[in-house]
């Protein structure tokens, strides 16, 4: 790997997210948002390393483009398995319940996002996994197997993982940062719950989400 292929990778992402900026040039962008999707992974994971809290516009405009193919994707068809996934920080620090493991032991006392985001998701017998730093999400995805994961988090680990698990759907929201990173984060639960009405279809059971 070289240095000449990390400056490729970050130049086609500042192009996309210039590209995407620009209605004209959409169909360029979503060109780019492939390349991009196709870059070797070594590259990839090396970006995302040396480029931790940096390019966050071009990110989110990388996130933005991938959720709007996302929804055009899914707008005929629901996806039959929907997954939840929440950053750990999204619990505030002050919170003695175990969460991680077990997003169950969250007992909706409203003092952070978690409980209204784990009410929304019963509502459509949608499950919820929390990650930290994204390192459990793979095992996640692998052992629930969702066509579409709807993600909380910051705009780094979101692009991050939009690249490592490009085979599969993710819808990314980006999370609320008063505090700064990784600590007391938060979200916008209705922008949570208006994903979950449009890729949870109404007849799905509880058995089918399981
Ligand atoms: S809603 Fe309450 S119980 Fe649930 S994680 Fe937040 S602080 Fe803990």
């Known amino acids: 790997m070289s240095h000449t292929q990390l400056a490729q990778f970050q130049q086609l992402l500042i192009d996309c997210a210039a590209c ?12 780019l948002y492939r390349k991009l999707l196709d870059f070797d992974p070594k590259v990839q ?3 995302c390393f040396q480029m931790e809290r940096e390019l966050l516009d071009a990110k989110r405009a990388f996130i933005e483009l991938n959720n709007r193919l996302v929804r055009a994707e899914f707008s005929q068809r629901k996806p039959r398995t929907v997954l939840l996934l929440l950053p750990f920080c999204i619990q505030t620090t002050s919170c003695p319940r175990r969460i991680v493991w077990k997003i169950e032991n969250c007992r909706q006392c409203g003092a952070c996002s978690v409980g209204e985001l784990l009410r929304a998701a019963n509502e459509k017998h949608v499950p919820v996994r929390v990650s930290v730093r994204g390192r459990f999400a793979p ?21 991050s993982g939009m ?20 600590i007391n984060t938060s979200v916008d639960v209705d922008a949570v719950r208006e994903a979950l009405d449009y890729f949870v279809q109404e007849e799905l059971t509880a058995e089918d989400a399981e």
């Open 163 to 182: 690249l490592r698990a490009s085979k599969f759907r993710c819808f990314g929201i980006g999370n609320i940062r008063p505090e700064g990173y990784c």
């Open 139 to 159: 095992m996640f995805i692998k052992e629930l197997k969702p066509e579409i994961t709807v993600a909380v988090a910051c705009e780094d680990e979101l692009f």
């Open 20 to 31: 995407a900026a620009n209605p004209a040039q959409r169909a360029q962008a979503e060109v």
């Open 45 to 47: 994971e090396l970006f």
